[in-house]
């Protein structure tokens, strides 16, 4: 057998050097934030969603870094080394799902500017939809995030000869370190240079590749001949590992399930200023991503005609599929010293970087959608940010532990697909039911979402069983073990693989893997569309037409357009009064001033009129009182309710008064975003500012009206 080839000082120091790079980027837009930051709620917003100010390159950069890990490096060309080129037609559905990610999914979030995905589920059904969508989407990562750790630890004990486990744990604190100090902003720049890295050493790789087994027509001859390079496979059958049904549906669904409403990935649209940005961000996504994964399956059959001759699982040089990249690295180009490191240094910015991401969102879905959503708990802005470090410190000791079971469950590519899958097409048909389906209720998305996921459970985890219990087996393409002793001094005999007799095992426990999240898609949409027809659709008049996806929007009735941007509102009105609910809690409030009028105050708004008299402030209350019985209803304004002061209208559930601004105590505010602004005095008229549709109008109340400011104590 040839001598082992293990890291040298070069090799070392590049991982090194990857490793401190990404610690100091995180202590880097930590100390420059620092310096930078005006007040503690600004902190929070810049640490959680990097102030939504972000450039669409390096989010872009970011999204590549979401979707392609240390899975995809090393399991993409184990999967073309063993099963065939039939896979690269994946490239075909992720470009397709990237038109549809940008132009049907993305503009419903970008226009309601939500804090995570999951708002959106609260905003069309109820919080309770919001509720189990995050429990759902902590679930996958607790289980998913595992395998981020443990491939790039495989692939550098493999060249280097040290514990996986140790190096696991270095890799885990590292990302947890840099995650902990500079929150999102830290996540995507760390990422774009950790995704530049992953693209160089990959190209490196491939390059060397093609020298070492003489250029292209050997890949193309010897792919031929072992039937890696095969005609596209028509046949039906969704029991076939590869075939194009399998891939162009089973491929979009996963891929555009991931893309269009994960957390993850919502996170980051979202980080930039608006939708155009976004969907150029997308763009560039997508182009990124469909070039990595071609060059990770051509890396596939250069491997594969490297090794034709030579199987090194059948001849026992590695003990799982998912180590032949990195012994072919090593034996292909080991004698260049850096080469390995590089190699090593690629995957490890492609794990780090995605773990990060996941760090990161896990983060905002337990503090935005479960502490604060679902336990309705707020908390001062002062100590979110800690509170956040906490549940990333803690996510990551439990990823770190997850490990130990992920490394006894077989191929990673297969279990992380399946694993990620079970929540990916559960979320896409909820989603997808909400924004694309207008008469879809909540008792419909309730009722099919949770049917959806504990189905897709069964059919996923019963699948694996049947994988792993050697009930099922995928017909892997033949190997050779001819050439071991002429170049390994290896005498191997090759064993013929028994294929048992799958015709009693349930049909669902034997479909192909990739067909996991399209049944979980069909199952919530099934089950959902069902139950909202029995139990009874959603008016699809009164619906916003915001919540629904732009190419549906025109499907909608005329009277639904009466309704326009109250979703919007909604979301301003929350964080109307968590602000507010933060300046009452903090030291400021001292220095804030509260206008009140001394007789009826004319509030005007373009669709939803509303006149309410103020009381002046009484000397030991903090907010202005409304008089609820002086409340004029007009043009389907219904019913007022004393929510610390403001007008409540119950029918569009947005407010429609005149407000506190906790930003300029010396102005009145409007839910629709409407100023009333002091022209000087308070004695002086007050101008009333009203922005919409593109226009700013001006209009004045009554020029006499008695305004006394009340101090907040």
């Given at each position: 057998?040839?001598?082992?080839?293990?890291f040298?000082?070069?090799?070392?120091?590049?991982?090194?050097v990857?490793?401190?790079?990404?610690a100091?980027?995180?202590?880097?837009i930590?100390?420059?934030?620092?310096?930078?930051r005006?007040?503690?709620?600004?902190d929070?917003?810049?640490y959680?969603?990097?102030?939504?100010?972000?450039?669409?390159?390096?989010?872009?950069?970011?999204?590549?870094?979401?979707?392609?890990s240390?899975?995809?490096?090393?399991?993409?060309?184990a999967?073309?080394?063993?099963?065939?080129?039939?896979y690269?037609l994946?490239?075909?559905?992720?470009?397709?799902?990237g038109?549809?990610?940008?132009?049907?999914?993305?503009?419903?979030?970008?226009?309601?500017?939500?804090?995570?995905s999951?708002?959106?589920l609260?905003?069309?059904?109820?919080?309770?939809?919001?509720?189990?969508?995050?429990?759902?989407?902590?679930?996958?990562e607790?289980?998913?995030?595992?395998?981020l750790?443990?491939?790039?630890?495989?692939?550098?004990?493999?060249?280097?000869?040290?514990?996986h486990?140790v190096?696991?744990?270095?890799?885990?604190?590292?990302?947890?370190?840099y995650?902990?100090?500079?929150?999102?902003?830290?996540?995507?720049?760390?990422?774009?240079?950790?995704?530049?890295?992953?693209?160089?050493?990959?190209?490196?790789?491939?390059?060397?590749?093609?020298?070492?087994?003489?250029?292209?027509?050997?890949i193309?001859?010897?792919?031929?001949?072992?039937?890696?390079?095969?005609?596209?496979?028509?046949y039906p059958?969704?029991y076939?590992?590869?075939?194009?049904?399998?891939?162009?549906?089973?491929?979009?669904t996963?891929?555009?399930?991931?893309?269009?409403?994960?957390?993850?990935m919502?996170?980051?649209?979202?980080?930039?200023?608006?939708d155009?940005?976004a969907?150029?961000?997308?763009?560039?996504?997508?182009?990124?991503?469909v070039f990595?994964?071609?060059?990770?399956?051509?890396?596939?059959?250069?491997v594969?005609?490297f090794?034709?001759?030579?199987d090194?699982?059948?001849?026992?040089?590695?003990?799982?599929?998912?180590?032949?990249?990195p012994?072919?690295?090593?034996?292909?180009?080991?004698?260049?010293?850096?080469?390995?490191?590089l190699?090593?240094?690629?995957?490890?910015?492609?794990?780090?970087?995605?773990l990060?991401?996941?760090?990161?969102?896990?983060?905002?879905?337990i503090?935005?959608?479960?502490?604060?959503?679902?336990?309705?708990?707020?908390?001062?802005?002062?100590?979110?940010?800690p509170?956040?470090?906490?549940?990333?410190?803690?996510?990551?000791?439990?990823?770190y532990?997850?490990?130990?079971?992920?490394?006894?469950?077989?191929?990673?590519?297969?279990?992380a697909?399946?694993?990620?899958?079970?929540?990916?097409g559960?979320?896409?048909g909820?989603?997808?039911?909400?924004?694309l389906?207008?008469?879809?209720?909540?008792?419909?998305?309730?009722?099919?979402?949770i049917?959806?996921?504990?189905?897709?459970?069964?059919?996923?985890?019963?699948n694996?069983?049947?994988?792993?219990?050697g009930?099922v087996?995928?017909?892997?393409?033949?190997?050779?073990?001819?050439?071991?002793?002429?170049?390994y001094?290896?005498?191997?005999?090759k064993?013929?693989?028994?294929?048992?007799?799958?015709s009693?095992?349930?049909?669902?426990?034997?479909?192909?893997?990739?067909?996991?999240?399209?049944?979980?898609?069909?199952?919530?949409?099934?089950?959902?569309?069902?139950?909202?027809?029995?139990?009874?659709?959603?008016?699809?008049?009164?619906?916003?037409?915001?919540?629904?996806?732009?190419?549906?929007?025109?499907?909608?009735p005329e009277?639904?357009?009466?309704?326009?941007?109250?979703?919007?509102?909604?979301?301003?009105?929350?964080?109307?009064?968590?602000?507010?609910?933060?300046?009452?809690?903090?030291?400021?409030?001292?220095?804030?001033r509260i206008?009140?009028?001394?007789k009826?105050t004319?509030?005007?708004?373009?669709?939803?009129?509303?006149?309410?008299?103020?009381?002046p402030?009484?000397?030991?209350?903090?907010?202005p009182?409304?008089?609820k019985?002086?409340?004029?209803?007009?043009?389907?304004?219904?019913g007022a309710?004393?929510?610390?002061?403001?007008?409540?209208?119950?029918?569009?559930?947005?407010?429609?008064?005149?407000?506190?601004?906790?930003?300029?105590?010396?102005?009145?505010?409007?839910?629709?975003?409407?100023q009333?602004i002091?022209?000087?005095?308070?004695?002086?008229?007050?101008?009333?500012k009203?922005?919409?549709?593109?226009?700013q109008?001006?209009?004045?109340?009554?020029?006499?009206m008695?305004?006394?400011t009340?101090?907040?104590?």
């Open positions: 057998m040839e001598d082992e080839y293990y040298t000082v070069v090799d070392y120091t590049l991982f090194v990857l490793l401190f790079l990404s100091l980027t995180g202590v880097y930590a100390f420059k934030h620092k310096l930078e005006k007040r503690k709620r600004e929070v917003k810049e959680l969603t990097g102030n939504r100010d972000l450039k669409p390159f390096p989010v872009a950069m970011s999204l590549i870094a979401s979707y392609i240390g899975v995809t490096m090393l399991g993409t060309p999967e073309m080394y063993n099963f065939g080129a039939q690269w994946v490239v075909v559905a992720m470009s397709f799902s038109a549809v990610v940008a132009f049907v999914y993305l503009p419903v979030f970008t226009k309601l500017r939500v804090s995570s999951y708002e959106y609260e905003l069309r059904f109820n919080e309770h939809l919001r509720t189990i969508a995050s429990v759902f989407f902590l679930i996958d607790i289980l998913f995030l595992p395998t750790v443990y491939v790039p630890s495989l692939a550098l004990s493999q060249v280097s000869g040290v514990n486990h190096v696991g744990i270095i890799s885990c604190a590292v990302c947890v370190f995650t902990l100090l500079g929150g999102l902003r830290a996540v995507i720049y760390t990422d774009t240079w950790q995704t530049a890295l992953m693209f160089v050493a990959d190209i490196v790789i491939v390059v060397h590749g093609v020298v070492a087994v003489g250029g292209f027509k050997p193309i001859d010897i792919g031929l001949e072992g039937e890696r390079i095969q005609a596209i496979d028509f059958s969704m076939k590992r590869y075939n194009i049904y399998v891939i162009l549906i089973g491929g979009f996963y891929w555009t399930s991931f893309n269009s409403c994960n957390q993850t919502v996170q980051r649209y979202l980080s930039l200023p608006n155009k940005q969907q150029l961000s997308v763009g560039i996504f997508t182009f990124g991503v990595f994964i071609s060059l990770c399956c051509f890396a596939g059959l250069v594969y005609t090794y034709h001759d030579c090194p699982l059948t001849s026992g040089r590695i003990v799982k599929s998912d180590q032949i990249l012994l072919f690295v090593v034996e292909s180009s080991g004698y260049l010293s850096g080469m390995p490191g190699f090593i240094a690629g995957v490890y910015g492609a794990g780090l970087s995605t990060s991401v996941v760090l990161n969102s896990a983060a905002i879905v503090l935005e959608d479960l502490v604060q959503g679902a336990f309705h708990i707020r908390m001062k802005e002062e100590i979110v940010k509170i956040s470090k906490v549940i990333i410190f803690i996510v990551g000791v439990i990823t532990s997850m490990v130990f079971v992920i490394e006894n469950l077989g191929g990673i590519f297969e279990v697909t399946i694993l990620t899958s079970i929540n990916a559960t979320m896409f909820l989603f997808s039911l909400g924004i389906i207008p008469w879809s209720n909540t008792k419909g998305a309730i009722v099919g979402s049917t959806g996921y504990v189905f897709t459970c069964i059919v996923a985890f019963g694996k069983y049947a994988t792993s219990a009930l087996l995928a017909p892997a393409l033949p190997i050779s073990v001819d050439g071991c002793y002429e170049k001094d290896l005498n191997v005999t064993e013929e693989t028994e294929y048992p007799d799958e009693n095992v349930f049909p669902l426990f034997r479909l192909a893997y990739l067909w996991i999240a399209p049944v979980g898609l069909m199952s919530v949409i099934t089950v959902g569309v069902i139950t909202s027809l029995i139990t009874g659709k959603t008016n699809v008049n009164t619906i916003d037409p915001d919540l629904i996806s732009p190419v549906c929007q025109g499907f909608l009277a639904a357009k009466e309704y326009a941007g109250t979703a919007v509102k909604k979301v301003e009105h929350k964080r109307l009064l968590d602000r507010q609910a933060n300046v009452a809690k903090s030291g400021r409030s001292r220095r804030s206008q009140c009028a001394t009826t004319s509030t005007y708004n373009d669709r939803y009129p509303s006149r309410a008299v103020l009381k402030c009484p000397a030991d209350s903090s907010l009182e409304i008089a019985e002086d409340l004029e209803k007009f043009h389907g304004f219904f309710e004393d929510k610390h002061g403001y007008l409540w209208d119950k029918h569009h559930n947005v407010l429609n008064s005149v407000v506190f601004n906790p930003k300029d105590p010396e102005m009145l505010v409007t839910t629709s975003g409407d009333l002091k022209d000087g005095d308070l004695n002086q008229k007050l101008g009333l009203l922005f919409g549709a593109g226009k109008q001006e209009s004045s109340l009554e020029k006499n008695q305004v006394q009340c101090g907040r104590t």
